[in-house]
């Protein structure tokens, strides 16, 4: 059995402490937490399950990671503390542990990622011989290994294009939703997550890694992008009122040109409320889906909706993204220290897991 830490209690944190429990080959051995609210509460609260797993919180970063765990599952947010993630995730591998993550955007693509990023996690390999594994949804699994084993279906291949269609009231970041992506905020005001060249910062590594497992060469990476204001006022259950006039809805596209053409795109039409922007694509049921399309001969098209938490698309997504890292953490400690992106590590059947609890 692999000791396993999970660093972090939020949406990702609760999915990998479920996750964890009902891996065959991996124990939990330690929840690290931020909030001294949550310190000495049991895992199983903290994950949501109905029965307690014998391991309490901990804010002790450094008894943790003394222990020697063989992996550690970093599920604290990077989006706005990417210095501190990569300084903690860092940490985590010199104490050997193997480390998966969906923190740092710039290291999905390991091989083109900036050396702020790269060479400290090198480093930190060389140092203590632990491995980086850095995944998620979307960026993540929904635009790499989905679209690429799909596009093996077709005869021919004209383009790929990858979608993540979603509700964003269905999220529970209202920071996130109202800061980054700027819902709710004036049409004038430009947030970071839209900002120029950072869709590219974030999904362009995975317009990369797609080109790279395809054998087509990039002529360019661009962007497009629209955004729409809310006609009238809605209420959201977790995130109170958007005030009409306010932003409602975004659609981008990270576009991957190949010899002229936007030959691998990645695009995302993002709602507050299902009457902004109707025109544009929709999930099949309203709250949210991912998607692929291949065009081509034949014409493929895959819908994939997930839920969990009562129903709730959002932590469907956080689910799967943590089923991709956890579900890898095995193969990883197989493999030789390294930091390792989506083409090298398979996504594997659920051996062992089928009708587990």
Known sequence: MISTVVWGTGNVGRAAIRAVEAHPALKLAAVLVHNSDKVGRDAGELG????????????????????????????????????DALADICGAIR?????VTPALYPLYDQRNAPPEFRDPVLAAIADGGGSLFVSGVDPGWGNDVLPLLISGLGTTVDAIRCQEIFDYSTYEQEESVRCLVGMGQPMDFEPLMLAPSIPTMVWGGQIRLMARALGVELDDIRETMDRRALESTVSTRTMGEFA???QGAVRFEVQGIVEGEPRIVIEHVTRIHASCAPDWPTPPDGDGAHRVIIEGRPRIEVTIESTDEGENRSAGGNAT?????????????????????ALDVPLRPAVGRLGRK
């Open 321 to 341: 993204a943590v089923g991709r890292l956890v579900g890898a953490v095995d193969w990883l400690v197989d493999a030789e220290p390294g930091l390792y992106d």
């Open 48 to 83: 949501g399950l109905d029965h307690h797993l014998g391991v309490t919180a901990t804010d002790d970063i450094d008894a943790v990671l003394a222990a020697g765990p063989g992996a550690v599952v970093y599920a604290a947010s990077g989006d706005i503390r990417p210095d």
């Open 95 to 99: 104490s050997g542990a193997v480390v």
């Open 244 to 246: 009409a006039g306010t």
